[in-house]
């Protein structure tokens, strides 16, 4: 029997084989090959629904982060259920379009926009760009100007709190690269104020990623809401609170927030101010909805270190090494009862490339499966060829059926674009 509220787990074992949903992952490997990421569509809705109910009443939009899992379909899927998309680039902004996002809700955020991605986003009518620099401010005010239009527009404010998550995913630190800093706000909406062809309408705070924490969150959003209020009795008009993402995920033993305490501290903070609340929610929506697989290659002793050699590499899965993540990982046959302690390394040619480094596992043997968790957020998104690598498939399920939604990379793929030129070489 399933009950509708709580649904069966995406990645569960029916008869000691793990599957995702309905579909046996040994079945998706053997047909789609390996290294891959499976995605379940019904976790990525859950998991969007679930964010969604927590801003009940409240005005909300929820511009998916598109940065974290960029997959057409992925995104599609999200934006089936109403989400609009947070784009940093003028890829993105092509991916939300091709994906069916609907420009009025796409904000574009990103420290470093050049003027022809501003222009695009103008061109199509975005709903907001998330402004990080008092320089950017007067390039889109020109761009702006040179088509004729009015370009709606945020300060991305940094309030100068510690998130205290991985300082590689910090951003609303005053040292960090991003946004302004909170006490010059003031100054920069009133030269906003000034510019003909903007329209200043709301104020944009993202702090950093997989925070765990609420205080974080409360003491920016604290921060954010005084602001609100200093600027609106400066004269501004100010619509739209843009709460950024960053709610932390179960990767092993952490204890996020869940959806709907989240939804209560943002509303509890800036609620009653009257404002459309946008959030830009990117690995809460996505990182669990996902999973890497990879086959045992081989297994090699090395006196007191046992590895196991997997066909899945740093490559493909970089957090491990870029963050010292821990994922999960788990045989996708039945576990062996006996465990041992090892280290899972991919044939890349760097110590670093591993996706996990002492970990006890089920002991495993060639041609073995393994599925690494948590795996749909800054998984295939940060993928490159290195060790010329193509890179991996990614397969979408819903219920018993499944799809590949990108084809695994070809041997042609990898010098696609390139050219010999041979004058140059004499
Ligand atoms: C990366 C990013 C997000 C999403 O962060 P998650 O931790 O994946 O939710 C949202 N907004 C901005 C501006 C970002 O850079």
Redesign the pocket.
Known sequence: MTDPARPAEAFGRRGGWLHAEAVPVAQIADEVGTPVYIYSATALTQAFDALDAAFGGSRHLLCY?I??NMNLAVVRTLVARGAGV?V?SRGELFRALRAGADPSRIVY??VGKRDDEIAAALEIGIKLF?VECRQELRRIDAVAGSQGRLAPVAF?VNPDVDPQTHPY?S?GLRTSKFGIPISEAVDAYAEAKALENVRVIGVDC?I????TKLEPFGDALARVRDLVLELRAAGHGIEVIDV?????VVYDDEVPPTAAEYGAIVIDAVGGLDCEIVV?????LTANAGIFVTRVLYEKDNGDKHFVIVDGAMNDLIRPTLYQAYQAIEPVGPPNPETRVVDVVGPVCESGDFLAQQRELPVVGRSDLLAVRSAG??GFAMASQYNGRPRAAEVLVRGDRFAIVRKRESLEDLVRGESIPEDLLT
């Open positions: 982060s940065k974290a947070d940093t955020s990103g998330n991305r995913i951003t993202h950093g990623s997989q925070l950024g993402g960053g709610l932390g830009e929610p990117g690995r809460s957020a800054y």
